[in-house]
């Protein structure tokens, strides 16, 4: 049972646009979300994160919009830059500082 | 560099055998995770440690265990390995009060 989704595979966008990426979620008791980016042959790095009780939380060039009633989440990036190319995984957690349920992933290409 | 140490990164390794991945969290976080990826998939949670004790399982296999020491770094042993074995396991480290969890680079496990 996959209790968060990405549902987009891959997404393609044109360098200085602005990439959307998706993720919903089942479990209602999820109460903060993450964003990570991985990088072939690397661990994921964290991007944003957002709780529960906020419904947008902005860092630079990354956003993070939640939509509780809706069960989901995206990350804007604005402008897109070719080094945002990589995958971009959500993650949810029930709590602080425990275990993260991860979605499949999206990679993300910035076409230059 | 995320401060997480993972060792080995590569580890190939025949049907049967046995392997121990070791982690180093960054320096104070007490909070210790272990997970798993496979080909194509997103990050399936194994198990977390908190200041040595375990705190949290998912879903780790029988011949899978891990342990966290007094000095908090944490190894985890897998046995009687099976091909469907290999995968990417990642530790990951976090303080375990609020703060996003930090990810390693990594053990690529190849079962032949």
């Known amino acids: 049972d996959q209790q968060v989704k990405q549902n987009s595979p891959s997404l393609s966008v044109q360098e200085g646009r602005i990439s959307i990426l998706n993720c919903d979620y089942t479990?209602?008791?999820?109460?903060?979300f993450l964003w990570y980016k991985k990088y072939p042959a690397e661990g994921p790095t964290f991007l944003i994160s957002?709780?529960?009780?906020?419904d947008k939380n902005e860092d630079g060039r990354f956003t993070v919009f939640l939509n509780k009633s809706a069960k989901h989440l995206s990350l804007h990036i604005v402008p897109s830059q070719p080094g945002d190319s990589a995958v971009y995984f959500c993650?949810?957690?029930?709590?602080?500082?425990?275990?993260?349920?991860f979605g499949a992933g999206t990679i993300l290409r910035v076409k230059s | 560099d995320s401060g997480v140490t993972q060792t080995p990164k590569h580890l190939i390794t025949a049907t049967g055998q046995r392997v121990t991945l070791r982690c180093s969290p960054r320096?104070?976080?007490?909070?210790v995770y272990w997970y798993q990826q496979s080909l194509d998939q997103g990050l399936q949670f194994l198990i977390q440690?908190?200041?040595?004790?375990?705190?949290a399982k998912g879903n780790i296999l029988e011949r899978f265990s891990a342990q966290q020491f007094p000095d908090l770094h944490s190894e985890l042993n897998l046995s009687s390995l099976e091909l469907g074995d290999s995968a990417l396991y990642f530790c990951?480290?976090?303080?375990?009060?609020?703060?996003?969890?930090?990810f390693g680079q990594g053990t690529r496990l190849t079962v032949v």
């Open positions: 990951a480290s976090s303080s375990g009060g609020g703060t996003e969890a930090f």
């Open positions: 479990n209602s008791m999820f109460d903060y």
């Open positions: 957002i709780s529960s009780i906020k």
């Open positions: 993650a949810a957690s029930v709590g602080y500082g425990n275990k993260l349920v």
């Open positions: 320096s104070g976080d007490l909070s």
């Open positions: 440690y908190y200041n040595g004790e375990e705190r």
